[in-house]
């Protein structure tokens, strides 16, 4: 087996301490919020129109768009803790068009609908970013495009075939970066080449992203629960009662936006799996650290390893750095502890310095964690219960800050009952395989991770484990 740049490349140990020294184990986008008020627990019967179970951007996406196309309609939204608290507000904030986790994977599920499925996440990127702007959102929005860099030398062949496949659509917006262009563009002694991509990503601070949503679908008449753990769905006459320990909610239709936590549906408590994501935030940048690293069009960043890393600047110039480590715990639990991992952030530490020498003396201000909704086919499921009363959305796999806008709507066509060019699609019509239970998932997971890693140290060539699940169509491909 092979060595990783990362390994090859480390920095002084010293350097790791001294930058992790003084790290809150906090999440900055929450910090970062101004106070807000605070909103009340459910208490009591409530009647709605339309009940949302979550208020992360899932639900608070949903809220908005629903008071769009009926603005007299009664919504009600019940959120176990705060609005944006869970993944919603503490993501890297990247928000890519992709409807599929990346072309590749839709090409391999979907590949008759790729090119529509392509289509349509590039105009619901669109709108999220004209939604933003109309309701007066200041989330840091910038459209700068994403940039996807080789640090082995197997990873350009990867890059020549993106562009090649790119050409071959008539999709000029991408552009390929030899090593030169991609140290002129950002300088780290790691990257070998790249492909910026455009016009697909965009990046915004999650945490202001949730809290203007929430203020937007309140303004638009939408009542916003907090602290109301939901415990089960009830059957009540022509309606469903979503039960909580202080109240009910008795709704004509329901939409369910729980993201990782338990599933309310049986049938849906085996569709995925949390695994965890770690995350440091940087100090902000002087203006000489600045440039010392270039990074004047400011794109997101991701490495093409299978154990990759994802950063990018946020509008104050500190750097958040993440991803490597996806960590399931066996029994599927979803706990604050696991949000405490040392070891990971000692290795993103070290990676960051390896990727950014030249910052060797920034400190990390920030340290964070937060559940992931895998799914197999790596990105959302969609359905219906309750005779067509309850939708639901789930398993983004970490590319979710888009698409949940997507799936507000697909969930509010869902109930509705109409055929629209959403629930045609085959994406959104059928379901993934779900996990098996345990202990068979907590061994398939962690076996896979490791191969994923095996794989990495031996340029990028996939076990025999890999190609079954790849032949079986399990989304474990990053």
């Not at 129109?49 to 899932?58: E, H, K, P, R």
């Not at 002694?189 to 945490?207: F, N």
């Not at 270039?294 to 994802?310: C, E, M, P, T, V």
Request: charged residues 25%.
């Amino acid at each position: 087996m092979g060595t990783t740049v990362f390994e090859r490349r480390r920095p002084p140990a010293a350097a790791i301490q001294r930058g992790l020294a003084d790290t809150q184990h906090s999440v900055f986008w929450l910090d970062d919020l101004p106070a807000t008020r605070t909103r009340p627990s459910l208490s009591g019967v409530v009647h709605a129109d339309l009940a949302i179970v979550g208020a992360g951007y899932t639900g608070l996406w949903t809220a908005l768009l629903a008071k769009r196309r009926d603005p007299s309609q009664r919504v009600v939204v019940v959120e176990a803790r705060t609005a944006g608290w869970a993944a919603s507000g503490r993501n890297g904030g990247f928000c890519e068009a992709s409807l599929t986790h990346g072309r590749e994977n839709g090409v391999t599920r979907w590949p008759d609908e790729i090119d529509q499925l392509d289509e349509m996440g590039l105009a619901n990127l669109d709108g999220m970013g004209d939604d933003i702007a109309s309701h007066g959102i200041d989330a840091d929005w910038e459209r700068v495009g994403a940039l996807s860099v080789a640090t082995e030398p197997h990873q350009l062949e990867w890059l020549d075939e993106w562009e090649q496949d790119a050409r071959s659509r008539g999709d000029e917006s991408l552009v390929r970066l030899d090593e030169t262009r991609v140290q002129a563009s950002v300088s780290s002694p790691t990257y070998l080449g790249a492909v910026w991509e455009t016009r697909t990503t965009a990046l915004v601070h999650p945490g202001k992203l949730a809290s203007g949503l929430a203020r937007a679908a309140e303004e638009a008449g939408v009542v916003i629960y907090e602290s109301s753990p939901v415990r089960s769905l009830d059957d009540a006459a022509d309606a469903i009662a979503v039960v909580t320990a202080g109240g009910r909610v008795v709704a004509s239709q329901v939409a369910l936006a729980t993201n990782v936590f338990p599933a309310l549906l049986k049938r849906a408590r085996l569709m995925t799996v949390p695994v965890y994501d770690y995350v440091l935030m940087t100090e902000p940048l002087s203006s000489e650290q600045l440039q010392a690293i270039g990074w004047n069009d400011r794109q997101g960043i991701g490495d093409l390893a299978n154990q990759f890393h994802y950063y990018r600047m946020s509008k104050d110039n500190r750097i958040l750095f993440g991803g490597y480590d996806a960590v399931y715990h066996y029994g599927r639990k979803v706990r604050s502890q696991y949000e405490n991992r040392p070891e990971t952030w000692q290795s993103l530490a070290s990676h960051f310095y390896t990727t950014f020498p030249q910052l060797e003396e920034v400190k990390f201000t920030h340290k964070w964690a937060g559940a992931i909704d895998t799914s197999t086919q790596f990105c959302a499921f969609f359905g219906t219960a309750r005779r067509g009363r309850v939708a639901y959305a789930a398993g983004f796999t970490g590319l979710g800050v888009t698409a949940t806008r997507f799936a507000g709507d697909v969930m509010l066509d869902l109930l509705s009952g109409e055929k629209t060019e959403r629930t045609e699609l085959e994406m959104v019509r059928k379901r993934p395989l779900p996990f098996p239970p345990e202990p068979a998932a907590a061994i398939g997971i962690n076996a896979t991770r490791w191969s994923l890693n095996r794989a990495d140290h031996n340029n990028g060539k996939r076990n025999l484990l890999l190609k079954t699940l790849d032949s079986l169509g399990l989304g474990f491909d990053s």
